[in-house]
């Protein structure tokens, strides 16, 4: 017998943002309770008492709320999605379907041809919708290696792909939304494939990555905003739960240096972390640990470049 999710406890920060507010109701949920008297002449006629719980798929499901509706909900989607997109052969069952694209690699153009990328019991296909446009297609016994490869994007993540080798010499890099389920999926249909490079492993201790504040420029003046903040191998990048893409990038080469200065932020600790670029100039973020992103942006910076300075642990009072 399993033991029991436990329950969702209510929180309060006035220190919020829009951001926050978004990232903690998709993440862990908001519950509401509302009983509502309509009366006419002080005379009650309605009631209503409503109970009811907001959250993101993931939190639903991890309570075990609305399950058996997502499972059949997926499933209705995939098959008819697979079917509509996808001309199944008689006989054939999709397995799995994801956004994906395929590596134009030929002639003097190379560029990500975006579509969908299906996989049946019996072949692996990346199709454009419209213009409809088969980009690759390989019978799954037909594929002799399959590895991955990490490709920095212009934003300056690195993301995961799929490099495929056919039995004829043809190979292909594709690009896949969930790469190693597609992997886990290939090696089921076909154990024959030669094996693959471990999963990456978890970002290395130098690596920091957490909750972060951006003081974002507009013509209005500088807004904060709450989200998620990493830096790597690459550099700096941060981005917010409701933005696309993420709305700062800096690579480790523009990074000059970082410190501390007293200043308001929703941290609420009245320090700010002051980071200097080449082509961004200053950029102004806040962090619970300031100290601790301060250090390891400074360390990030050129090696000649002085850490952090110190500053008192009782910030002096802003105005």
Known sequence: MTEPRPAMKPTRDPRVTLD????????????????LIVAVADIP?????????????????????????????????ERSAGRRDLDLRAGEELVTRMPGGH????????????????????????????PREVLF?????????VQFETETTVGGEQRTRLRVATL???TALLSAADPHGLHEALRGLNPGLTALPAAPEAAPADEVEEHLWYQEPRRSGPLWRGGKGRLGPTGLMWKSPLDARPALVVPLGEI???HIEPGRS?????????LETVSQGRVTLASEQPRRWADALAAAAAPDMPLAPDLPDTPAPVA
């Open 20 to 35: 926050d507010l978004v990232e903690v109701l998709l993440n862990k949920g908001a519950v509401l309770h509302l009983d």
């Open 45 to 77: 006629l309605i009631g209503v008492s409503l109970r009811a719980a907001i959250a993101g798929m993931e939190t639903m499901l991890e309570y075990g709320m609305l399950r058996q509706w997502d499972e059949s909900t997926r499933a209705w989607a």
């Open 103 to 130: 590596l134009l690699e030929e002639g003097v153009y190379t560029g990500w041809r975006p579509g969908g990328v299906h996989l049946t019991d019996q072949r692996l296909v990346v199709l454009r919708r419209d």
């Open 137 to 145: 297609e390989a019978g799954v016994r037909d594929l002799r290696t």
């Open 168 to 170: 004829d010499g043809r």
């Open 256 to 258: 000059l240096g970082a």
């Open 266 to 274: 929703p941290a609420g600790d009245g320090l700010v972390i002051v």
